[in-house]
């Protein structure tokens, strides 16, 4: 089969005008980015199309090294209610610069089921993720100059909880020391960078519920503790203005287009293992407005992914999925069940049913917010029918829907059986009110404990010292009704990222809380999750180029 990049390259596209009339949007609202890009005004939302169309979240199993294909099952069933003529758009998040050079290599679907230009989407796209970057360094530089200027007059931070960003990943940066030099070269301070889908400006960004909702939220963040013990914000510095013009452009949502010519809004792109893993409540609000059927997909497994879309995105903006879909796979599904990863492709009906434990434990979580799910197998070549059949039987006896997608090979006619499973199950058996995992006035020690306990099968939480100072602050600060966003590894329902499967036995350890309190969430880290990826030994940038003025190895 061609590779991701060439059927991209030989797919027709339409202009981005063309996807616009099919929706609905009327040609001159869009700011074109090029031929086949244009950004969105958010101002075309309509609340009461909102709440009358039907929103499909797309999650999955714990992921593996292996892959599980969430991008490519959400794009897929676009394809396929297109097909059955549905009224269909897909939205979904902006890839990352880090990943796509690092391990992954792009994240725009797969075979004949992608977003397009996905060349353009996997890059530089239209400049979100370096408005984004360039606002929080910003705030930093702002922070630092503002430190250095009123020195002299007995001002100084005790603590600065602001650090830098970059969209690489670069373990060298973790740590760092800044202001070295003369003292006109700064004030000394240690700091540091995460990765810039990790940074409180895109999660504000996919938060924010207009451009008034941006200003206050940016005027909200916390850029740490002043020498006499109060909390200092951005609304301090006296900047948010001058923020908000670098986020102008980046808070539009962006629309492209599948293989199919399906509408696509692609927007935000924050982490779901270190942040909360949505796209932007705006471009899910927007695909709502003019589509029917709107998937969008949480990153990681659905103890991450899908828990902060329900816990965090819905609990503030009010969104009600109608249906979740599950990913799984086969290779996954070995791998939970103890099957090396150069074995996964080889018949283990053993490792099989080990590793079915896994989803099951992901299928009683997503039930248990009210949401009534279905299985999505994606098929590799090395399946048998043996494997799949055990595997339908499986979730019959579960009252789970199950079917086979083949979107990747076939496009939308391979998720045609997906589509209608989608709408009957949407029609026979509606999804209830949400029932969301703790109540907003717990303690942060109850909702972490409850996310542990009723998510992970965990025995509890502990709390490291510094995440107990932290406690103490939110305390202080009156701000422990905010949601938690744990920072966890996505490959294990617990911290240790080697236990796949269903641990049981385990707590989860809580050594830092990030206060976000522009996003308006606390970010617990759990284990030895770090906030900035470093790149593996062979990185996908070795096997990117361009060759006769054509881009090479993205996927």
């Known amino acids: 089969m061609k590779s991701d990049i060439e059927i991209a390259r030989e797919t027709p596209l339409a202009p981005i005008t063309a996807i616009a009339e099919k929706m609905g949007v009327p040609g001159d609202a869009l700011e074109p980015y090029g031929r086949y890009c244009a950004k969105i005004p958010e101002d075309l939302i309509d609340e009461e199309k909102v709440k009358q169309h039907k929103l499909i979240l797309v999650t999955s199993i714990s992921s ?29 998040r902006e890839p990352s610069l880090g990943p796509c050079f690092g391990m992954k290599g792009g994240a725009a679907g797969g ?26 360094n910003m705030i930093a530089a702002l922070l630092d100059n503002y430190i250095y200027q009123h020195r002299n007059e007995g001002f100084a931070m005790r603590e600065v909880l602001w650090k830098r960003v970059l969209d690489v990943n670069d373990r060298n940066l973790r740590y760092i020391v800044t202001g070295l030099g003369s003292k006109t070269d700064g004030v000394t301070m240690e700091s540091g960078f995460d990765i ?84 932007s409540v705006l471009a899910t609000k927007l695909a709502l407005t003019f589509g029917d059927y709107v998937i969008t997909e949480a990153g990681f497994g659905a103890d991450l992914g899908a828990e902060k879309f329900y816990d965090i995105k819905c609990r503030k903006s009010g969104l009600q999925p109608s249906l979740t879909v599950l990913v799984a796979g086969s290779h996954g599904l ?40 279905i299985v999505c197998f994606n098929r590799y070549a090395s399946d048998t029918e043996e494997e799949i059949e055990f595997l339908r039987q499986h ?33 026979t058996s509606p ?31 502990t709390f490291g010292p510094a995440a107990k100072r932290m406690i103490d602050k939110i305390n202080e600060m009156g701000i422990s009704h905010y949601p938690i966003c744990i920072a966890k590894t996505q490959y294990s329902f617990s911290a240790d990222q080697k236990a796949y499967g269903v641990p049981t036995g385990f707590k989860i350890n809580i050594r830092d809380i990030v206060i976000n309190c522009g996003a308006e969430m606390l970010v617990l880290i759990a ?25 090479e190895g993205l996927s």
């Open 64 to 92: 593996t090294k292996a892959g599980i294909g969430k991008t490519t099952v959400s794009v897929g069933l676009a394809l396929g209610l297109s097909k059955i003529g549905k009224k269909t758009i897909v939205a979904l």
């Open 111 to 136: 075979g004949y089921a992608q977003v397009l230009p996905m060349d353009k989407i996997n890059l530089h796209f239209t400049g979100d993720f370096h408005a984004i970057t360039s606002a929080h």
């Open 334 to 373: 070995k791998m939970h069940g103890g099957v090396p990863i150069d074995e996964i492709k080889q018949p283990n009906m053993e490792g099989l049913k080990q590793g079915v434990k896994n989803m099951d434990r992901h299928i009683r979580n997503i039930r248990s917010f009210g949401q009534t799910v």
């Open 527 to 551: 284990g030895d999750l770090l906030r900035m990826p470093g790149l593996p030994k062979s990185p996908q940038a070795e096997r990117i180029d361009l060759v006769n003025g054509e881009i």
């Open 395 to 427: 979730c019959k006896e579960m009252g789970v829907g199950f079917v086979v997608n083949n979107a990747f090979n076939e496009g939308g006619s391979g998720a045609v059986e997906l589509a209608h499973l989608v709408v009957d199950t949407i029609e």
């Open 196 to 279: 810039t889908p990790a940074s409180e400006i895109m999660a504000i960004l996919c938060l924010a519920k207009d451009q008034d909702d941006l200003r206050r939220r940016i005027e909200n963040i916390l850029l740490g503790t002043t020498i006499d013990g109060k909390p200092f914000y951005v609304r301090d510095l006296g900047v948010a203005g001058a923020i908000c013009v670098l986020l102008k452009d980046a808070l539009h949502p962006n629309l492209v287009q599948t293989t199919e010519q399906t509408p696509a809004i692609v927007h935000g792109g924050p982490f779901a293992n270190i942040a909360h893993g949505c796209n």
């Open 431 to 461: 999804s209830m009110p949400l029932c969301l995992a703790y109540n907003d006035n717990d303690s942060v020690e109850e909702k972490a404990n409850a996310v542990a306990r009723k998510i992970y099968g965990a025995d509890g939480v």
